[in-house]
């Protein structure tokens, strides 16, 4: 189906299966903003719609583009070869206008970025980003190719920031996940279980998985599986209360990957890296 331009409840994009009803709603021009994803009848996706409004704060909600950091750094510093260069949280693609189009097999949407020249300011480094969003059978996939056309090697991180609904921030829970996390607030390593008992008060850590990380909300009757493929295959989990929602965030490295070297991504000359995710729709098991 082809995009159609929406103005209720905000100015939008939209692209749905006639088959099944699912949408997608996009904002290429707030970072390539996935701002909604309806599946199965349900609106999976949380947008503060008036935060997103008010153009001089940032939005909560949808699926922002983290790149070509994930995180922060100290003092907002990048020191490369070429200079110390000023990056800020989750770096640029989040704030940049996107080019859109349909999808050639009429699945989805063809998302994509290049450098600037106020983005070679912070970052010096052409780039391409083209990331392609398709509508699966109670699914959504997103396969998002980085290349660097420059002739240098090209350092970066990247990651997903989607918000998702719940019922409330009590009566869900986080399957998948290994025995340790690092807790962003601290910055020190910490029992995955007693952070996840804290969900209501608020959290932020990452955790390493070893397969699929999958939320179960019975209130809701849903559960939504992050399928990870290396290198994606980082997650954040953050909660905001009182807001009722969770994000579930795919990344490749941890904050100030460029850094320490940790899970740090360098692309050779000419070269590409395919990043995929999927997020899978289901209903919980009884028990």
Not at 86 to 105: I, K, N, S, V, Y
Request: hydrophobic fraction near 40%; aromatic fraction near 8%; charge should be negative.
């Amino acid at each position: 189906m082809p995009l159609i331009q929406r103005e209720a409840p905000y100015p939008h994009w939209e692209f749905s299966d006639s088959s099944t009803g699912d949408l997608l709603r996009l904002v290429p021009e707030r970072g390539g903003l996935i701002s909604g994803w309806r599946c199965a009848d349900r609106e999976l996706v949380y947008l503060d719609l008036e935060r997103f409004l008010d153009p001089s704060q940032s939005v909560r909600g949808g699926f922002p583009v983290l790149f070509p950091i994930t995180g922060g750094l100290p003092h907002n510093q990048l020191p490369l070869p070429q200079g110390t260069f000023t990056l800020g949280q989750h770096g640029f693609a989040r704030q940049m206008p996107w080019h859109m189009e349909p999808l050639a097999d009429g699945r989805g949407v063809l998302l994509q970025l290049s450098e600037t020249p106020e983005s070679l300011k912070a970052y010096p480094f052409p780039f391409q980003l083209s990331m392609e969003v398709r509508l699966a059978t109670a699914a959504l996939e997103i396969s998002t190719t980085v290349t660097n056309p420059s002739g240098l090697p090209m350092p970066f991180s990247f990651g997903l920031h989607p918000y998702f609904n719940l019922s409330s921030l009590d009566g869900v829970r986080i399957e998948g996940l290994p025995d340790e996390c690092l807790n962003h607030l601290t910055m020190a390593p910490a029992p995955t279980a007693e952070q996840m008992q804290r969900l209501a008060d608020g959290i932020d850590l990452l955790v390493r998985p070893s397969g699929p990380v999958r939320l179960v909300d019975e209130d809701a009757g849903i559960t939504l599986e992050l399928q990870l493929s290396h290198p994606f295959d980082l997650v954040v989990l953050w909660t905001e209360p009182p807001r009722k929602m969770i994000c579930i965030e795919p990344w490749t490295g941890p904050r100030q990957a460029l850094l320490s070297g940790d899970r740090r991504i360098e692309l050779a000359p000419g070269a590409s890296t395919v990043l995929n995710t999927r997020y899978a729709l289901g209903m919980p098991t009884p028990g």
